[in-house]
């Protein structure tokens, strides 16, 4: 059988996820790989709710919050991460279900349980690139870039309990990587990993 690899980019809001998987795509299909880009929160119906709750600056309660990027997460891979790896496509995607462990954890909410859930319920990626910076200077980037601060998941002290549950996060599969360096430097070490976890000549 035909079957693809799910490579995940995460870490903090400002951590630079977005230029990241948008160099490693742009990588792989110079070498002629069939790449699918994706990102979550996703563009459906769930995803919208989670921007509009987010922009809005009204919170829900965690078990809410929780319900709706799972519920977001099984769309997305049911109408494209699951079609896309069968046809052995690479699928790059900025956030994945590590993102809930980390931010819906952050919560208050139990993270290893959520771990384990996602796990069982939803593809599990060849490979995580966690970026890592700290909470101040990720904040920095956000405000820098111009973004209009999402003030449910921007407030630092949130964002450190972020940091802190991503930090505890163990798996195999996942690999952590300086962010607080130029996108040039973070992007080598990338291609680096890439080409070793997925045997991928990039
Ligand atoms: P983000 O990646 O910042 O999307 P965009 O920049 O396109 O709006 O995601 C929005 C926020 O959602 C971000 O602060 C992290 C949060 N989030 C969770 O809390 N749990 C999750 O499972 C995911 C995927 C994101």
């Not at 299909?29 to 921007?51: A, F, L, N, S, W």
């Not at 002290?157 to 973070?186: C, G, H, K, M, W």
Request: charged share 30%; proline share 3%; with cysteine.
């Amino acid at each position: 059988m035909n079957s693809g690899s799910l490579i995940i980019f995460e870490g903090l809001d400002g951590s630079g996820k977005s230029t990241q998987a948008k160099r490693l795509v742009a990588a792989l299909r110079e070498r002629g790989c069939d790449v699918v880009e994706t990102r979550e929160p996703t563009d459906g119906e769930y995803g919208r709710r989670i921007r509009a709750m987010a922009s809005s600056g009204e919170k829900v309660s965690p078990e809410t919050e929780l319900e709706w990027f799972f519920a977001d997460r099984r769309e997305h891979v049911q109408r494209l991460i699951k079609p896309a790896l069968a046809k052995g496509q690479i699928v790059v995607s900025d956030r994945y279900f590590l993102s809930t462990v980390a931010y819906q954890g952050a919560r208050g909410l139990d993270s290893r349980k959520i771990l384990e859930m996602s796990e069982a319920e939803f593809p599990i990626p060849d490979l995580v690139l966690l970026l890592e910076i700290d909470v101040a200077a990720g904040l920095d980037r956000v405000t820098e870039r111009g973004a209009k601060r999402e003030e449910v998941f921007e407030e630092a002290s949130f964002l450190s309990q972020v940091a802190q549950e991503f930090a505890q996060i163990e798996r195999p599969y996942l690999v952590r990587i300086n962010a607080a360096r130029t996108p040039d430097a973070v992007f080598d070490d990338v291609r680096q990993t890439v080409c070793e976890k997925l045997k991928l000549a990039i």
